[in-house]
């Protein structure tokens, strides 16, 4: 019974009859409480009232207090009586739970136990619609609270209206007024005046669990107005019972209400065993008078002895017509039946438990124990159908006290409740004949209680066997005893799960060989096929049944998922491959409700694609020159196409493998760079081959290779050269210089880049080169410019003037000397120094504001050797066209900035991939490459500023010595003006 607040009578009670039964009289009527326990309810301090108080500018808060009468008790909100006004604005209302102040009994605003979650309440947030009918209630933070005084308090949060919010209240001063208001100043003060107010309470323990009462007078329990002080005591009438208290509790009882009357009946039962032997009996009760027949109470006085074994369970439950519950008690004989239904005739049944005398039931299969079993399956040839038998189930029944005598029946049940009965036909074209029923009978020790037998499961015929969960069921007994067991297991059919793969994308070639790891290209896709069927039926055309409810998916695992489509008992899917390179796993899952989930796992491989880009896949050179290959490795999986650098380079000349002391392999930028000597003149195919861990260049090679062609020219087939010297001054002056300057040239296996001998040297080559001012490449022949550059800015000179006259001057030097040998004359002109080299078939000019070092004019005779065999024209027939020129600038611009140290006026990039060399470095290149890796990239002017500190010659040698060892890169240029 629930005891809850009625707010009519204004008090908390709840109500039951006691029915009289014509004919028979009170006998005995006792209540019997059995539980108190504290409901969460109202209790009012007000409950209604019709003149209200508003917050106003002086009146900024209102509190209305209410006790805690328990030790502790649950707050959880209140019912109360609000209204709004129309002129709220953006005046916010908040409401709060405090305590008294334990001095004064006013609000202590200092800490706040609880509060609305719902408010603050403003013009858009009103406060709920409600009436003195039907009350809102507002909902607070659960709190436990302790015995004493507490206030629920409407505050004004932001300046308003002077009435915009309504707390209604009684018109008249209670006795002892509970309610305070709280000035602007900050003072409170009591009013005689209540506001309604109903909060909900919980009694509780300290921990917020409701109070669980063990004296009624803790609750002032009355029935009809007459106190009950005791959870068991008589009770005087029937008919109806106000119970009330002044605490909202829930009350559990099993009260007792007897009533006599003598009958006289005559009644016949008959008891079977059922095939759960003596562990139930069924009988059928008749009874032959009316008087049985009563209402409304179900406990008349009748009893039925039923005699059982001394060493049943004292327990036993007792149904009529398999739902009502009839007491029973057990006595030395057995068991009393206590029948008290409202009933004439029905079934009856008696429920209890024995000493179980199968202390152990093994089920195993013929290895193993385990309690998945598989029914026997089917194979054909086409026109007979094969059977083999499945699982052979064993059991071993191990009896309590090692007990030899009984005997052990054992039966397996089929999904539907079924024993399998013999199978004796034998359909026409089936081979085997299936004898079993799944049962047998009569089985004995075999020695120290342990009772042993099998059966096994034979190929069925046309669905008498089926899959499913099985019971296996085992029943001992020596006349008095007994014991019983059931397990359930698992029988499925002989199921063929076999997934296989398309060896390589679209080939249409497929492989069940899932233990050899399978390659994939990201991007490409794997396409997966599967047979998922059972043989546990006859069939002669095909593979077998189609397995119902089934499901085939995969799982990979790098988190894709994914179902089959079926066709048949075919499924196919194909899973898309865009992962990160490496190893991978899909687990290929095949499930039933036929079968238990069945399982593969296949290894994946997953590469990237990439493409070897050649920067000139033909090329020309001197065979005192070093043959330099350049290409670029771009992977190909990535959208962006970024270019990644090779784990292993191989290169080969004329399909012959050359040994890494042959050749030099390093990195320019993005771009791998392969220097090879090669003396040997005609044409050579040089062959790359490249390789990159998790990438590949097709399913059939992990490796690229890229042919170059390389035509060597011999070294004698070269035109000599003719290095001039030109000073251009105020007047033309020529001077004949006493002396032919013969320069040479010592191949190396691969030449620096940057050729400084000694430290004294290096500030000379950074002078020569802020020197320059402009280089000209002049065809011989017309003497017109075919290529220019400026260096540093423009400068006011008239490249085709200016080479026709250095044309002219060069043409006078080998005149008067006689031959082409390379005397050396010196023209001044205006404030330049110009340094020319000559081919057959184009000169090259050097403007400069100040004399070069020696050095360049051999560089600069490399250059024109390199720019003839660039653009070499047979029989020196020029059409005056720049197309070849213009359409190869960035590699002109590139040679001219290698050759003669261009590249220095640009900042230098770190190379990360030397970064474990820093190590290794002398005390000044350390600082300058961690300073650079630091910066990603730095120039040198930046550098002879950061270590001004240090002689120029020491930070130069320094800087020079990084970039011949790659740890500071050049730039790669395409325009020196721009």
Known sequence: MNLSYNEVSEQYEDN???????????????????????????????????????????????????????????????????????????????????????????????????????????????FPITTIDNLHFYDFTDIVLEKGKYFIVANRTLPGSPRWFYWYSYTTAPLDSDTYYLNDLGTWSLQLIDHTCIPE????????????????????????????????????????????CDTSVELVFNNTYSFSKDVIATSTFTATNSTSGAYSNDWILEWSTSEAEYSPYPSMDRSMLIFTPTDWSVSSTCYYNDTNILGSLKTSEGYSIDFGFNISEGSFRLETTSPNYIQQLILSDESAPTNTFTLGYWTT???????????????????????????????????????????????????????????????????????????????????????????????????????????????????FFEPSWETLPNSDAWTTTLTVTVPRIN??????????????????????????????????????????????????????????????????????????????????????????????????????????????????????????????????????????????????????????????????????????????????????????????????????????????????????????????????????????????????????????????????????????????????????LVSGFLSVVETMGKTLGGSDTGEIRRLEYRNFVVTGASSETYTVFLFSSDELIKDFQTRLFDLIMWFEYSFKIKDKVWDGKKEMFIARKKLIDDKVAESLYFWIYFPLKFNTQKSKEIKKLDTMEQKIAEFGKKKGEVTISSLLQRYSDYEIEDTLTAVFGLVNKGILIRNQFSSFNG
């Open 381 to 495: 040839d086409t026109f007979d159908a094969y059977g083999f038998e499945g699982s052979t189930v064993t059991f071993d029944t191990y009896i309590l006290n090692s007990e030899d005598t009984g005997s052990v029946n054992i039966t397996l049940f089929d999904p539907n409740g079924d024993i399998v009965p013999q199978k004796l036909s034998l359909p026409l074209n089936l081979s085997y004949t299936d004898l079993t029923s799944y049962s047998k009978n009569g089985i004995f020790s075999s020695g120290s209680g342990i009772f042993t037998s099998d059966l096994t499961f034979d190929p069925s015929v046309y669905g008498s066997d089926v899959s499913g969960s099985w019971t296996a069921f085992v029943y001992w007994t020596n006349g008095s005893q007994v014991g019983l067991l059931t397990k359930t297991i698992c029988v499925e059919p002989e199921i």
């Open 16 to 126: 039951f009859t006691i029915d009289s039964i014509a004919g028979y009289d009170p006998y005995s009527l006792n209540y019997n409480i059995m539980n108190i326990t504290a409901k969460a309810d109202y209790y009012p301090v007000e409950v209604e009232g019709d003149t209200s108080v508003a917050l106003t500018d002086t009146r900024v808060a209102i509190a209305q207090g209410f006790d805690i009468i328990w030790d502790y008790a649950v707050f959880s909100g209140a019912k109360l009586f609000f209204e709004d006004d129309e002129n709220v604005g953006e005046t916010e209302v908040e409401l709060y739970l405090v305590k008294a102040d334990d001095l004064t009994g006013e609000p202590n605003m200092s800490y706040i136990y609880s509060s609305d979650p719902n408010g603050p309440y403003t013009q858009t947030n009103k």
């Open 201 to 244: 309470l919980l009694p509780s323990y300290a921990t917020g669990s409701a109070i669980v009462f063990s004296d009624l007078t803790q609750i002032e329990l009355q029935d009809n107005a007459v106190d009950v002080l005791t959870t068991t005591l008589s009770i005087s009438l029937t008919g109806f019972h106000l119970l009330s």
């Open 523 to 800: 991007g490409d896709s794997l396409r997966l096929r599967s047979d998922f069927y059972s043989g546990s039926e006859p069939f002669f055309t095909t593979k077998g049944q189609v397995l119902l409810n089934s499901t085939v998916s995969y799982i990979t695992s790098w988190g894709l998922s994914g179902n089959f489509d079926q066709n048949d008992v075919l499924f196919n899917t194909s899973i898309p491959i865009s992962v990160n390179a490496g190893l991978h796993t899909i687990t290929l899952q095949a499930n039933s409700s036929q079968c238990s989930l069945q399982s593969s796992v296949m290894d994946l491989e997953v590469t990237n694609l990439f493409q070897l880009i050649p920067d000139e896949a033909s090329i020309e050179i001197n065979s005192t020159d070093e043959a330099v290959l350049r290409f670029q490795l771009i992977n190909m999986t990535d959208p962006l196409q970024n270019t990644i650098f090779p784990d292993d380079v191989a290169v080969y000349i004329n399909d012959e493998l050359l040994a890494p002391g042959f050749y030099e392999q390093t990195t320019d930028g993005d771009w791998v760079v392969i220097a090879i000597n090669m003396q040997t003149s005609g044409t050579h195919k040089v062959t790359v081959t490249v390789s990159k861990a998790g990438f590949r260049e097709s399913y059939l090679d992990q490796t690229i290779s890229f042919d170059f062609s390389v035509q060597v020219v011999p070294s004698d087939s070269f035109p000599p050269y003719l290095i001039v010297v030109i000073a251009v001054g105020g007047i033309l002056l020529l001077v004949l210089l006493a002396g032919i300057i013969a320069l040479s040239r010592t191949r190396k296996t691969k030449e620096t880049i940057v050729d400084i001998r000694s430290k004294s040297a290096v500030v000379g080559l950074l002078d020569s080169v802020l020197a320059m001012r402009k280089i000209i490449f002049v065809h011989s022949e017309t003497s017109l410019p075919v290529f220019e550059l400026d260096i540093g800015g423009v400068h006011v000179i008239d490249s085709a």
